[in-house]
């Protein structure tokens, strides 16, 4: 882990909200890591935490949603802009331990740090992308994924539904899924109920990102654990 300044190669809006920025950065990363990222101007204070999207030769690529001050001001970066980088941070997923067949189930922005997992997991894995109503990112995934179902909520594209409702889990030996707490909690009584391992990326208000704060208090079965340190991907088992 290491704190750069970081130049910005590109960053484009996608969709209503969603932007894709890539930064230069060289160095191992995990798939579900994420980088405290902050704007060299001070316009904000507190680096935001957003989870590596891709990596490729020399550049780690985010997807962000704008929420507010910080990745509204991001979104505003341009190609040679500087940004402050700090990570790779946390866990990320453990591939060694996603043996078999996989489903990778996606909720909206959540969808951010499992397109690098799936290009380490490839065709062993099936991507299961829901949506509100826009969809993104999700040729990306149809390049790596073994299979891909898209759900929106409102049927303008793929089928219409929640993405939870069309998934057998029975087929699969793990799920790893990111995305609003409803879907993720749904994803672990069926996956307690089908007797499936299910890996999840949480996500908390951070303000050190380093285990310092304790700002991102989880609460498992071995006691408080910190989102940013000993997570974001926890194992189902180990959630209360
Ligand atoms: C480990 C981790 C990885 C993340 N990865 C991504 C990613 O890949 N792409 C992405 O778009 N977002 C990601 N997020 C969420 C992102 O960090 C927040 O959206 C961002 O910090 C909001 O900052 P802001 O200054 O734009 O909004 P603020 O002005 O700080 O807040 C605007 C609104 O967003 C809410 N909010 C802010 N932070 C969070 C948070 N952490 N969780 C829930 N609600 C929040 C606030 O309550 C408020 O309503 C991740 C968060 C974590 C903890
Ligand atoms: S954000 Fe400070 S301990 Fe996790």
């Not at 190609?79 to 067949?101: R, S, T, Y």
């Not at 079965?221 to 940013?228: I, L, Q, V």
């Amino acid at each position: 882990m290491k704190v750069i300044k970081s130049k910005v190669t590109e960053n484009k809006s996608i969709a209503n909200r969603i932007f894709k920025l890539s930064s230069e950065f060289s160095g191992e990363i995990n798939p579900g890591q994420f980088f405290m990222i902050k704007t060299l101007d001070n316009s904000f204070l507190l680096p935001r935490p957003i989870s590596v999207n891709d990596v490729n030769k020399n550049e780690v690529t985010f997807l962000y949603r704008t929420e507010g001050t910080g990745t509204t001001k991001i979104s505003t970066m341009r190609p040679g802009d500087e940004l402050q980088l700090f990570g790779p941070l946390g866990n990320g997923f453990d591939v060694n331990k996603l043996q078999g067949k996989i489903a990778v189930v996606g909720g909206g922005i959540g969808i951010a740090p499992l397109l690098y997992l799936i290009k380490q997991l490839g065709k062993q894995a099936d991507a299961y992308l829901g949506f509100k109503d826009c969809v993104y990112s999700v040729d990306e995934f149809e390049k790596y994924a073994g299979s891909m179902l898209i759900v929106t909520e409102n049927g303008s594209e793929g089928i219409k539904g929640y993405v939870t409702d069309y998934i057998d889990y029975s087929k699969y030996d793990a799920v790893v899924t990111c995305g609003p707490e409803i879907m993720m909690s749904k994803i672990m009584n069926s996956c307690r109920e089908n007797n499936v391992k299910c890996y999840v990326s949480l996500e908390r208000r951070m303000a050190c990102g380093m285990g310092v704060c304790l700002g991102c208090t989880v609460m498992t079965k071995s006691g408080n654990k910190r989102a940013c340190k000993d997570g974001p991907v926890f194992s189902s088992e180990e959630l209360i």
